[in-house]
């Protein structure tokens, strides 16, 4: 192996200009291929799938109830029940106006149009509706004196400014037997503490409008819908300053949650990859005492995660983008072979002897690596194996391109570098032989002995969401007026056959 890798170097070491065009070109092409990929930012790929979930899945995204946003428009210390009326239209409009594409329909105020069409229904299915005492009640409608106040009513009725809504409904039901059906349905009723003022769905109070956000796009397509989020929340703060100490809203729902969360994931990889970065390249510069020496450590790094992206970009339609959440660990794991072989070359400048030396053990001491991170395939889970196959394809690509790169651009002196670096003191200790280092190994063995049995394992998997703070209020808010945090059974049938659908459900 150390002769296979020692004839490419010396047959790259007399075209190194080649090498470099070629080395050049080659990354600019894996950069290309690594940006047509698709990013997926659903937390719920990290939960294993089976048959089961999966169809679960499926029934859910075709339900889309899970999907809803709530708009929680309150009542402030200098408003009143005009100003939260108009809140609630004004919102419903902008939204509408801004947001329309992504917006299947809004739920919470009900219209003329509804009451007309909900009437008609009524009157077209009266028999359905009516009981055997309610005829009672229309035999007692049909006597002269009964008819002749009826009557009288629906004249003034018609007469007054109301009279162009009412008058197709008296000609169509002179008697009102509509309006003795219509009482049955207060059975369906949206509860005991709601109650329709002025077209909207109010709290008895009269402090709270509540409006239902049915969207087009499932939660989970976050790329999507976080244009749709930030148009919602545009609106929202301006109204809120429009009416300011009068009226403000809130908004709670899976889609505004799913995109906090595929930001977060976003900002939790660029953060964790910065700090990492940064602390390597500090700690290299303080024991190289160069600024190039890190960077050319760095390349065979990127080179890998360059060709994870691409292996991935083959394989894969959609990858998930919590499994990038890795890189921040792979950069100390993929750094280590750059870095092996450079103190290899700094302390002993033979470049055959290094390959004789570390070429071996760099690929095996990588291979299994890899070999750990692909077990992540028998998971099922999407994100997980996606992290597998990225971590895998790292660690063996930076290892070989390392063993390729760092001979041909790092510069060997003939002199013996003197060791008097922090580093190098620290690395020339032997810990092994030390009395204190295994005594004070050894007593922290024994501890753990009688405390490894206290770590306890997080199995709510509603904490893998993250929770903007916005939204705690949101839900402290709602669980207030609707106790919106009690847990709540719901049963799905779901079938290839419609037909199979049509039992009953006991309980």
């Known amino acids: 192996m150390d002769t296979f890798f020692y004839n490419i170097y010396q047959y790259i070491s007399t075209r190194k200009i080649w090498f470099l065009g070629i080395l050049t070109t080659f990354v600019m092409g894996l950069v290309w291929v690594v940006s047509l990929l698709n990013f997926e930012e659903d937390i719920s790929k990290l939960i294993p799938a089976s048959e089961d979930s999966e169809e679960l899945q499926k029934v859910l995204k075709s339900a889309n109830f899970s999907d809803k946003l709530i708009v929680n428009i309150q009542l402030q210390s200098q408003g009143n029940f005009e100003d939260l009326s108009e809140y609630a239209t004004v919102i419903i409009d902008s939204i509408t106006a801004t947001s329309g594409e992504y917006i299947s329909h809004i739920q919470g105020r009900v219209s003329d149009e509804d009451v007309l069409e909900t009437i008609d229904f009524v009157y077209d ?58 009482k049955k349905l207060q059975a369906l009723n949206i509860g005991d503490d709601f109650i ?6 109010t709290t008895k109070n009269k402090k709270n409008i509540l409006l239902f956000i049915s969207p087009k796009l499932n939660s989970s397509e976050t790329s999507n819908n976080s244009e749709f989020v930030d148009d919602l929340y545009r609106v929202q703060n301006q109204l809120n300053e429009v009416f300011k100490d009068k009226v403000q809203s809130d908004y709670f729902g899976g889609v505004i949650i799913a995109v906090a969360n595929a930001r977060q994931i976003k900002n939790d990889i660029q953060t964790t990859v910065s700090i990492s970065l940064t602390v390597l390249m500090l700690i290299l510069i303080v024991f190289y005492k160069k600024l190039t020496i890190p ?13 994870a992206g691409f292996f991935l970009f083959l394989v894969r339609d959609k990858i998930s983008a919590i499994s990038l959440g890795l890189g921040s660990v792979l950069l100390g794991i993929t750094i280590d072979y750059s ?14 002897n290094l390959y004789k030396d570390v070429a071996q053990p760099i690929l095996m001491s990588s291979l299994t690596t890899a070999l750990a991170f692909l077990c992540l395939l028998f998971i099922n889970s999407q994100a997980l194996q996606d992290l597998g196959i990225f971590a895998a394809v790292s660690v063996l690509g930076a290892s070989v391109f390392a063993l390729l790169f760092i001979p041909q651009v790092y510069k060997t002196s003939s002199k013996k570098v003197k060791q008097s670096t922090v580093l190098d003191k620290v690395a020339s200790y032997n810990f092994h032989k030390s009395k204190w280092s295994l005594g004070f190994l050894f007593i922290v063995l024994m501890v753990s002995f009688f405390t490894y049995n206290k770590v306890i394992f997080n199995k709510d998997l509603t904490q893998l969401n993250f929770m903007p703070s916005e939204m705690v209020t949101s839900e402290a808010k709602l669980d207030e007026l609707i106790n919106f945090s009690s ?8 079938s290839d056959n419609k037909e199979k659908n049509s039992g009953v459900l006991q309980t």
């Open 339 to 352: 870095l092996h072989i450079l103190t290899h070359l700094r302390n002993n400048n033979q470049v055959k």
């Open 487 to 494: 847990k709540s059974l719901y049963v799905s049938a779901f």
């Open 196 to 201: 329709l003022e002025n077209g909207f769905v």
């Open 125 to 182: 299915n009266l028999p359905l509706f009516l009981e055997e005492k309610d005829y009672l009640k229309i035999k007692n409608k049909l006597s002269k004196d009964s008819i002749k106040a009826i009557t009288h009513a629906n004249y003034r009725s018609i007469l007054s400014p109301s009279g162009m809504i009412t008058k197709n409904m008296i000609l169509k039901d002179p008697l009102g037997i509509s309006f003795i059906a219509l």
């Open 295 to 307: 960077i050319v450590l760095f390349v065979p790094t990127i080179i890998g995660g360059l060709l």
